[in-house]
């Protein structure tokens, strides 16, 4: 369910927006993140600010290493890859069409320790998308 109304899923982690938690790593840390495709259209996933490792596509293991900065979620698809921590920020991490990326697939990667004083969502006026 979406604001009340049944929706197709797209997960990031098993969680779905508005209720993705931002993971919060430490840098060096190997962190892994699985994004689960449960509706119609492509989605080309970039996690900005690192590259990711390719693990597997649909429980299939990479043929070997399988480095990219976007990697494409297709319908029915379950993608696991790997990023090393290894660029301090706060990183938005979305899908590539900016319209899929306003309705829920984005969440945001935290290095421990930094912040930000500004804030995204309707209470703030931010509206990042």
Not at 10 to 30: D, F, K, M, Q, S
Not at 119 to 125: N, P, T
Request: net charge negative; proline share 9%; hydrophobic share 40%.
């Amino acid at each position: 369910m979406l604001d009340g109304v049944p929706t197709l899923a797209h997960t990031v982690n098993g969680a779905v927006w508005p209720n993705i938690p931002a993971p919060v790593v430490r840098e060096g840390e190997l962190v892994k993140i699985t994004v689960a495709n449960r509706g119609r259209d492509t989605h080309p996933m970039h996690p900005h600010g690192h590259h990711v490792l390719v693990l597997s596509r649909n429980g299939v293991p990479a043929g070997g290493p399988v480095w990219t900065d976007t990697f494409d979620v297709g319908p029915g698809e379950v993608w696991e890859v790997a990023l090393r921590a290894d660029n301090p920020g706060i990183w938005m991490s979305h899908c590539h069409d900016l319209g899929h990326a306003a309705l829920g697939m984005t969440f945001h990667l935290a290095y421990e320790g930094v912040t930000t004083p500004y804030d995204a969502g309707h209470a703030s006026g931010n509206h990042p998308e």
